[in-house]
């Protein structure tokens, strides 16, 4: 992957008690390493202003900043409410990316973001390796019809 300014991180739920859910957590881990790496210099949090009673980007700043990522490297995006409003909006400010979220959810969310005029690159947090093997099976059949969906939906 080369270096690029900007990650975005897709969100996937918080819990009742605002902490990033497990699938959540691996996102945000991927894109850590890719900052501490130095392959990008920001990182998009993307998700809903309303998630278990939380601001799902806001949860997402508090757990990056807790592993030593720098409040100013984080940009909060609460129109994030599914893939296709993240890349939508991405697309306003970006014409290169890095889009950070679980393998199975990758194609799509490379495509989306291409479709919207980004140069995006991809790199997926492997959930079943994470011990989240159920949600990864189940999560991968959704993908079926969210892909369909979203090349449904006008750009």
């Known amino acids: 992957?080369?270096?690029?300014?900007?990650?975005?991180?897709?969100?996937?739920g918080v819990r009742w008690d605002g902490v990033p859910s497990r699938i959540l957590q691996g996102r945000l881990d991927v894109a850590r390493e890719l900052f501490r790496a130095g392959k990008v210099?920001?990182?998009?949090?993307?998700g809903s202003?309303?998630?278990?009673?939380?601001?799902e980007p806001i949860v997402m700043r508090h757990y990056l900043r807790a592993r030593g990522v720098p409040d100013e490297a984080v940009v909060l995006d609460e129109s994030g409410v599914d893939?296709?409003?993240?890349?939508?909006k991405a697309a306003e400010e970006h014409d290169s990316l890095v889009v950070v979220t679980t393998?199975?959810?990758?194609?799509?969310?490379i495509a989306l973001a291409r479709r919207f005029g980004i140069d995006a690159y991809g790199v997926g947090h492997d959930a079943a390796a994470?011990?989240?093997?159920?949600?990864?099976?189940?999560?991968?059949?959704?993908?079926?019809?969210a892909t369909v969906k979203a090349f449904w939906l006008p750009r």
Not at 1 to 12: F, K, N, S
Not at 130 to 145: F, I, S, Y
């Open 103 to 109: 393998r199975f959810h990758l194609r799509r969310s």
């Open 130 to 145: 994470d011990g989240l093997r159920r949600v990864n099976a189940r999560a991968t059949r959704r993908e079926v019809l």
């Open 83 to 88: 893939t296709y409003s993240s890349c939508r």
């Open 1 to 12: 992957m080369p270096e690029l300014d900007v990650a975005l991180v897709l969100g996937a």
């Open 49 to 55: 202003p309303e998630s278990r009673g939380h601001s």
């Open 41 to 46: 210099r920001r990182i998009i949090v993307s």
